[in-house]
């Protein structure tokens, strides 16, 4: 299951984005985290790289 992003939480530092090893994070036109739930391996490493606790699994 893909990790899921708290837009209320998510600062949008992009810190997620940088060490996905898929690609799969990108800040939206809000400047907040999105998740493509099509390639994301649910690996956790933007989970625990969060600063704000805005994604889990």
Known sequence: MPVKVD??????CGACVGVCPTGSLS???EGKSECN???CIDCGACVATCPVGAITQ
Not at 7 to 12: A, E, K, M, N, V
């Open 7 to 12: 837009h209320d939480t998510c600062i949008g």
């Open 27 to 29: 800040l939206n036109e």
């Open 37 to 39: 739930t099509d390639t």
